[in-house]
T-cell receptor
Framework: DAKTTQPPSMDCAEGRAANLPCNHSTISGNEYVYWYRQIHSQGPQYIIHGLKNNETNEMASLIITEDRKSSTLILPHATLRDTAVYYCIVRDPPNFGNEKLTFGTGTRLTIIP | DVKVTQSSRYLVKRTGEKVFLECVQD?????MFWYRQDPGLGLRLIYF???????EKGDIPEGYSVSREKKERFSLILESASTNQTSMYLC????????????FGDGTRLSIL
């Protein structure tokens, strides 16, 4: 799986858009970008994933650059409940032998009232 | 919505006890996983299963066993609990193929005294 680089921490004002960057310059053609978050003492929560097109769901938007070497997770109207550690993961779709997920250190996002 | 349910959020056991952690998913997923998460060590895969009665060792299977008698249920067993097995245990499930993500339960924080 490709290695990812994320800033260790970010702050965002409540009600504003939170933009979390992720660099994955060694991504290969079949690898997807996944985002999870983990609120303190809870299990990781899946947010969104994509291959090369931008994606949006009820939680967030995912913007992937044309060369696929970086991406940005956007939380459009951040609330205090969005305070969490956010993980960007790049991996092949599951197949026998590659199912393991590996989380890096992620970005600790703090939403400021 | 995908629901992965772990039987306990918090559990305290004594050294030498046999400990059972239960996980149930309601999305007919073929894959199920047990991870442990420790500060500074990230997420580590203990065992996974891609079918009923099938199991595969992950990175740290020593001291653990698993059971999958039904598709929706995956149990983690600590044969003789030790203090170094104090950790957050996370269950996850996913489809066997395709890009859909792994979904996690809320975790069981297990303390071995």
């Amino acid at each position: 799986d490709a290695k990812t680089t994320q800033p260790p921490s970010m702050d965002c004002a409540e009600g504003r858009a939170a933009n979390l960057p992720c660099n994955h310059s060694t991504i290969s053609g079949n690898e997807y970008v996944y985002w999870y978050r983990q609120i303190h003492s809870q299990g990781p929560q899946y947010i969104i994933h994509g291959l090369k097109n931008n994606e949006t769901n009820e939680m967030a938007s995912l913007i992937i650059t044309e060369d696929r070497k970086s991406s940005t997770l956007i939380l459009p109207h951040a609330t205090l409940r969005d305070t969490a550690v956010y993980y960007c993961i790049v991996r092949d779709p599951p197949n026998f032998g590659n199912e393991k997920l590996t989380f890096g250190t992620g970005t600790r996002l703090t939403i400021i009232p | 919505d995908v629901k992965v349910t772990q039987s306990s959020r918090y559990l305290v056991k004594r050294t030498g006890e046999k400990v059972f952690l239960e996980c149930v998913q309601d999305m007919d997923h073929e894959n199920m996983f047990w991870y442990r998460q420790d500060p500074g060590l990230g997420l580590r895969l203990i065992y996974f299963s891609y079918d009923v009665k099938m199991k595969e060792k992950g990175d740290i299977p020593e001291g653990y066993s698993v059971s999958r008698e039904k598709k929706e249920r995956f149990s983690l067993i600590l044969e003789s609990a030790s203090t170094n097995q104090t950790s957050m245990y996370l269950c996850a499930s996913s489809l066997l193929f395709g890009s859909q993500p792994q979904h996690f339960g809320d975790g069981t924080r297990l303390s071995i005294l």
